[in-house]
């Protein structure tokens, strides 16, 4: 008899909403771990936030996620970077860290705007994402900046690959992000 009035209250918390904060899951601290790790203030309705689904992973890509953890820090310094684009890393160090590590997108091999583009989507669409379409776009904005400074070579390297036309395409993207960022 003892247990029931317990299960009932607890049922009828949940059923309200009422599920205090600090009854933190195991995946909601390990997302408080990770944002602790990206910097990002800890706030408590970080805590409250339902953490997503998440699909089992195959091997392989286990293994990946572990060598970009390992691949170094998981901040970017944007000290030197212009004003807007400090705003929109602030965006995405809070957006990009729901489900893991800021070290996926930084060590990650997207660079062109075409692969951020396609990459940002399909995170925006990952069910509990909390992503909107305004953050979308900031976060992209960050990202095709911040691969033209932090992988110049590579994203070279990609547009090399490309045919004239989609070459064209990419670098006036990049330009127009650039251009805009330095208030030029
Ligand atoms: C709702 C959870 C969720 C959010 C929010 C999220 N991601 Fe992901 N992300 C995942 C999952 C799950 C995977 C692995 C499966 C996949 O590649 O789709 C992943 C994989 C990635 C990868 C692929 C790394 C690789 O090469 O395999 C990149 C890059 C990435 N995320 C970037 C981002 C960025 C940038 C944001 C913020 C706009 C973000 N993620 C937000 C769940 C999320």
Aim: a positive charge.
């Amino acid at each position: 008899m003892k247990t029931k009035p317990i299960l009932f209250l607890s049922l009828a918390l949940t059923a309200a909403g009422l599920a205090r904060a600090d009854q933190v899951d195991a995946a909601t601290q390990a997302r408080l771990e990770r944002l602790k790790d990206s910097g990002s203030p800890v706030t408590e309705d970080a805590a409250k936030v339902a953490p997503p689904q998440q699909p089992d992973l195959d091997a392989e890509t286990k293994a990946r996620i572990e060598a970009f953890e390992k691949a170094g820090p998981s901040q970017i310094d944007v000290s030197n970077y212009p004003a807007p684009i400090k705003a929109d890393y602030e965006l995405f160090r809070e957006k990009c860290t729901l489900c893991h590590k800021l070290s996926r997108p930084i060590y990650s091999t997207y660079a062109t705007p075409e692969e951020w583009s396609h990459y940002v989507k399909r995170m925006m669409f990952r069910p509990g994402s909390n992503i909107g379409t305004g953050a979308s776009k900031k976060i992209y904005t960050f990202l095709v900046y911040d691969s033209s400074i932090r992988k110049k070579a590579l994203l070279e390297q990609k547009l090399a690959q490309l045919t004239p036309e989609a070459r064209a395409v990419q670098v006036a993207k990049i330009k127009e992000i650039v251009q805009q960022a330095e208030g030029k």
